[in-house]
């Protein structure tokens, strides 16, 4: 069994996952919730494995490089952070009730990069551009901040749905979810992290850029829309600290925040640049 054969399997542990988290929402029943999380953290032990064994697999191959090079292992590592850091933020709240808004992100990932027919699992030599140490550091930074900024938009939408039920003065599908305060101070908490890992990657990419093509900043289409990525968090942060945004106005920002995230890895990825490898 190879690790893109484990890697389709997971993608059902991650949607049973979900499921659980999903029943426990609606009907409240608590063991639900604890079935979700340990579903969850085993898929995301097995998933760590497969990246460890793909990695294995390329130097059995006589390629030798980290599972972190194209769309398809991108994706899969993706997958993997969110539930590392959905794992760690369930812990230190006690609460499972943003499983069923994480959860379907980590599957949906997954699935897209196991089942999408014009994705290729095959391990491929790398491209003179990616043979660079930086790879690991930069690829990292970066989906810890995408990973942290795909739990803040989870939060957001929890946010505004919890909003909507106040309104109408119905509890039966977000009683469990917590206060508005507490989710607002969340989503601050994971934009910050996002922010800083998302500064961190834009660093690395920068000094991998110039050691690779002679130049720190080409305005290479990704380059562009993960600046205006980082411009939009940026401003999340202003308006928070400075300005005293809250509530509504964050979670709005921040959905708008994740929409340029997915643009950035995805969309520019068939625009003709420097990085365009990434499809």
């Given at each position: 069994?190879?690790?893109?054969?484990?890697?389709?399997?997971?993608?059902?542990?991650?949607?049973?996952?979900?499921?659980?988290?999903?029943?426990?929402?609606?009907?409240?029943?608590?063991?639900?919730?604890?079935?979700?999380?340990?579903?969850?953290?085993?898929?995301?032990?097995?998933?760590?494995?497969?990246?460890?064994?793909?990695?294995?697999?390329?130097?059995?191959?006589?390629i030798g490089h980290a599972p972190l090079s194209n769309l398809y292992e991108s994706l899969a590592f993706f997958s993997w952070t969110i539930v590392l850091l959905y794992q760690l933020v369930e812990w230190r709240t006690k609460n499972r009730t943003l499983g069923a808004f994480v959860m379907p992100l980590a599957f949906?990932?997954?699935?897209?990069?196991?089942f999408?027919?014009?994705?290729?699992?095959?391990?491929?030599?790398?491209?003179?551009?990616?043979?660079?140490n930086?790879?690991?550091?930069?690829?990292?930074?970066?989906?810890?901040?995408?990973?942290?900024?795909?739990?803040?938009?989870?939060?957001?939408?929890?946010?505004?749905?919890?909003?909507?039920d106040n309104k109408v003065k119905s509890s039966s599908l977000t009683k469990h979810i917590p206060k508005q305060g507490v989710l607002d101070d969340l989503n601050y908490q994971m934009v910050v992290i996002g922010f800083l890992m998302l500064t961190l990657g834009i660093i690395t990419g920068s000094v991998w850029a110039h050691s690779?093509?002679?130049?720190?900043?080409?305005?290479?289409?990704?380059?562009?829309?993960?600046?205006?990525?980082?411009?939009?968090?940026?401003?999340?942060?202003?308006?928070?600290?400075?300005?005293?945004?809250?509530?509504?106005?964050i979670s709005i920002l921040c959905l708008i925040g994740f929409g340029c995230v997915l643009f950035t890895y995805f969309g520019v990825n068939y625009l003709p640049g420097l990085h365009s490898y990434g499809k």
């Open positions: 069994m190879n690790s893109s054969i484990i890697l389709s399997f997971i993608t059902f542990i991650y949607f049973a996952s979900f499921m659980s988290y999903l029943l426990m929402l609606v009907m409240g029943k608590s063991f639900l919730g604890r079935i979700g999380t340990w579903i969850s953290l085993i898929g995301m032990i097995i998933h760590g494995a497969a990246i460890i064994l793909r990695w294995m697999e390329s130097y059995w191959l006589g949906l990932a997954l699935a897209y990069a196991s999408s027919p014009h994705i290729s699992s095959q391990i491929q030599p790398l491209i003179p551009a990616l043979q660079s930086w790879l690991i550091t930069h690829v990292i930074t970066c989906f810890l901040g995408y990973a942290a900024f795909a739990i803040s938009f989870s939060l957001s939408i929890m946010y505004l749905l919890k909003g909507v690779a093509w002679g130049s720190y900043w080409s305005w290479d289409p990704k380059e562009t829309w993960s600046l205006i990525t980082w411009l939009i968090y940026a401003a999340v942060l202003h308006s928070r600290m400075v300005r005293g945004w809250r509530g509504k106005r």
